[in-house]
């Protein structure tokens, strides 16, 4: 027999949750995205190497930005009523405001996920679909590769709205676009 879910679990309505209901949901776990109206908690634990990558990318990134490019990490981003979803480092447009709890896609200039085993499905197909449809311009995906980052660029092609790649990238990270960036891939992880 199936146990039941606690009541702060059930969507508040019949049609189920929206976007919008996640800055309204005071139980939910942290890192707690929605994408089609389902929730999605990150449960596993978090490897080492994905919160150290994570963490010096959004250093360099930070150093590379232009004045008007903000980096955030881990901040959800509204695609539409039912999808919210939670990349690991965004490059947005707007200033910094300490009470918000989300983006819309023409604020995100740049969305990052590195990919982890629970999640590859998602950063791999589902995610960069859903980016791109939205028009978020640019999309990087970092795959470990024996423990190396790899860095798959990605840019909208607008016509289609679809993500074109545009370079696969060992050692060094060298892009003009969404803001000129070197990045010596080797000082991302032990």
Excluded at 35 to 44: K, R, V
Aim: aromatic share 8%; charged share 30%; proline share 10%.
């Amino acid at each position: 027999m199936a146990a039941e879910l606690p009541e702060w679990m059930l969507p508040p309505r019949p049609s189920g949750w929206e976007a919008d209901d996640l800055d309204h949901w005071p139980q939910a776990p942290r890192h707690t995205e929605l994408i089609d109206g389902a929730l999605i908690f990150m449960m596993s634990p978090q490897r080492s190497w994905h919160s150290r990558l994570v963490g010096r990318l959004t250093a360099r990134l930070e150093q590379a930005a232009p004045d008007g490019m903000v980096i955030e990490r881990e901040m959800t981003v509204r695609l539409d009523k039912r999808s919210r979803p939670e990349p690991d480092i965004l490059a947005v447009t707007v200033a910094y405001d300490p009470d918000r709890t989300r983006f819309l896609p023409e604020e995100v200039a740049l969305v990052v996920e590195v990919v982890s085993e629970e999640s590859a499905d998602r950063d791999r197909s589902i995610k960069p679909f859903k980016y791109a449809q939205a028009g978020i311009p640019h999309f990087w995906r970092v795959e470990d590769e024996e423990g190396e980052p790899v860095v798959h660029v990605y840019e909208l092609d607008t016509v289609t709205r679809s993500y074109v790649p545009t370079g696969i990238h060992r050692e060094w990270l060298k892009v003009a676009v969404p803001f000129p960036a070197v990045i010596d891939l080797g000082t991302l992880t032990p």
